[in-house]
């Protein structure tokens, strides 16, 4: 099975720097992604790493490390608009159909 | 291209009662999956399909039948509602079997068992 595990909750104030983290534990590792979910709305792709290493778009950074089973998302220059949960995603080759399994997600509070 | 499409939005049922929950995707998506999200437990999968006429469980398929006769439809069927389905429902599709091919989800169902 897999377990993914990223904080609850986190606050930040508007203009700064927040970074969540997510571990996990997989055999069959095949690809972390990041997910955004707005309150009362369905999630939507942020990111996909599959290799060690940072991957950037525009305000949002993953980063990846599989020996440690630990990514995070970076979100710089925060925005109101980036107040929402974000989930982190585990991919299980040797699972069928594409599986993803998901964290509890981490809701980020912006505050101005 | 409207995407995953779910109706309806809202539903209240008492217990026992059945209904379905729609889901079509006008992508020609071959992957399609229904997950449900409760509070600090993330999204769990409930049943999946490859393709038109495959169906298979996911982690928590208890209480719940899928089917898949065309690669549009994709219903969830509640067999007898119980409160402990409360949840929110979403239906997500992949447009292939690559690694890299991120899930796209509709807009859910909120649903409540009393």
């Known amino acids: 099975g897999q377990n993914i595990d990223q904080p609850t909750e986190m606050t930040a104030t508007e203009g700064a720097i927040v970074q969540i983290n997510c571990t996990y534990q997989t055999s069959g590792f095949n690809g972390l992604f990041w997910y955004q979910q707005h309150a009362g709305e369905a999630p939507t792709f942020l990111s996909y790493n599959v290799l060690d290493g940072l991957e950037e778009k525009g305000r949002f950074s993953s980063f990846l490390s599989r020996s440690k089973g630990y990514s995070y998302l970076l979100l710089k220059e925060l925005q109101m608009k980036d107040s929402a949960s974000y989930l982190c995603a585990v991919r299980d080759r040797r699972a069928a159909g594409n599986k993803l399994t998901f964290g509890g997600g981490t809701r980020v509070l912006v505050k101005p | ?114």
């Open chain 2, 1 to 114: 291209n409207a995407g995953v499409t779910q109706t309806p939005k809202f539903q209240v049922l008492k217990t026992g009662q059945s209904m379905t929950l729609q889901c079509a995707q006008d992508m020609n998506h071959e992957y399609m999956s229904w997950y449900r999200q409760d509070p600090g437990m993330g999204l769990r999968l409930i049943h999946y399909s490859v393709g038109a006429g495959i169906t298979d469980q996911g982690e928590v398929p208890n209480g719940y039948n899928v089917s898949r006769s065309t690669t549009e439809d994709f219903p969830l069927r509640l067999l007898s509602a119980a409160p402990s389905q409360t949840s929110v429902y979403f239906c997500a599709s992949i447009a292939d079997s690559s690694y890299n091919s991120p899930l796209h989800f509709g807009n859910g169902t909120r649903l409540t068992v009393t």
